[in-house]
């Protein structure tokens, strides 16, 4: 029975065709699901407080609006992967506790501060862009509820970016200090942004059965490279330099050569030793204890409801 069960997986996962909820699916696609979009999405909500730093101290009211629409943007995106997970069957208050109990990842980048309005801009341009490159294909991953959030979350993504690069266009055109800081926070975000998309595929653990499964449609390093060659030109037309001394247009390979990758700094960073790790985590666990009495009221809300549908 199993094995024809799996062959059916086999086939739909083969047709390009999508695996839904209550289809029977292998115990390590499951697994691997769960582990990945949980990740994804507590990247989306830990990566709230990088940005949120700067709500209060926006320079405008334009770029306060702004800034508040596209961190409750990423609330949002953080909600549609938790409700993505629900539907293989996790618990979403259990994934919280996993992240405040440092038992499951998020994305090694927001653990790095935001030191200057700048860094705003740079998150934009730098950190959603290279979302967007890793995000783009798993528009196409085999599991549906997944696939179809991830349609979603890549349009406001990519109003995210462009907002950053306004900001930094906008900045650029201003006074020698504003392009200094733009500079400072492109110095400081670029190795990160290029950690994001994960190790280097021979040290990758995942990729293979991944891309198996049509879960990645990309291996790391494709996609990093895939970044890099985006980015080079927008740097041009910014007018900042890239933190790269050995980053040269390759014209055999018909793609950007760029320097080695500070592996140890990433692998400390997803160990939970990176700058801000500590406090990311405890804001984290302070602001869910904090929203206790909120989960109290609205479970007390439904059952409320629930009695009042029986005894109509
Ligand atoms: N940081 O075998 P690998 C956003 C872990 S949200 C930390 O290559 P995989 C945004 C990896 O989990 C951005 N850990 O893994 C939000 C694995 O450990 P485990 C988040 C990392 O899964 C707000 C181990 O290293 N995007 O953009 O095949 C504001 C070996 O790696 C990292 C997503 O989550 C990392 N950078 O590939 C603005 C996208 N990289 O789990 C922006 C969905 C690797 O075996 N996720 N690790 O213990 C993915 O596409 C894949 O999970 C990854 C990693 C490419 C990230």
């Not at 490159?133 to 509820?145: A, I």
């Not at 950053?164 to 266009?169: D, K, Q, T, V």
């Not at 995942?206 to 449609?217: E, G, H, V």
């Not at 494709?222 to 740097?235: G, H, I, N, S, Y």
Request: glycine share 6%; charged share 25%.
């Amino acid at each position: 029975m199993d094995a024809e069960l799996e062959r059916e997986f086999d086939r739909v996962v083969g047709a390009e065709q999508r695996i839904e909820p209550r289809d029977w699916m292998p115990d390590g696609y499951r697994k691997t699901l769960i582990r990945q979009i949980a990740q994804h999405a507590h990247s989306e909500i830990i990566g709230m407080q990088p940005e949120a730093n700067w709500i209060s101290r926006a320079p405008s009211l334009r770029r306060k609006a702004i800034l508040l629409a596209k961190v409750q943007d990423e609330a949002g995106h953080g909600l549609y992967l938790y409700a993505a997970t629900e539907t293989l069957g996790a618990d979403r208050e259990d994934l919280t506790r996993k992240l405040v109990e440092g038992r499951q990842k998020y994305s090694s980048i927001f653990n790095y501060p935001t030191l200057n309005f700048a860094d705003v801009g740079v998150i934009g341009w730098l950190v959603d862009g290279a979302a967007i490159v890793n995000q783009v294909p798993l528009c196409r991953t085999s599991y549906g509820p997944y696939a179809r959030a991830m349609i979603r979350i890549c349009k406001e993504e990519s109003f995210h970016q462009r907002q950053g690069y306004e900001l930094l266009m906008t900045m650029m055109r201003g006074t020698e200090a504003q392009r200094r800081m733009v500079q400072d926070a492109v110095d400081r975000w670029w190795w990160p942004s290029l950690m994001m998309f994960g190790p280097p595929d021979a040290e990758s653990s995942n990729t293979a059965q991944s891309m198996a499964w049509r879960i990645k449609r990309h291996t790391n390093d494709e996609l990093r490279q895939k970044f890099v060659d985006m980015t080079v030109p927008q740097a041009d037309a910014l007018g900042v330099t890239l933190p790269d001394p050995e980053l040269r247009w390759n014209a055999d390979r018909g793609h950007h050569d760029f320097g080695e990758i500070d592996w140890t700094e990433f692998w400390q960073v997803v160990g939970g030793n990176g700058p801000c790790s500590r406090q990311r985590i405890e804001h984290r666990r302070a602001a869910h204890d904090d929203g206790a009495w909120v989960r109290e009221a609205a479970a007390a809300y439904a059952h409320r409801q629930t009695d009042r549908e029986a005894i109509a």
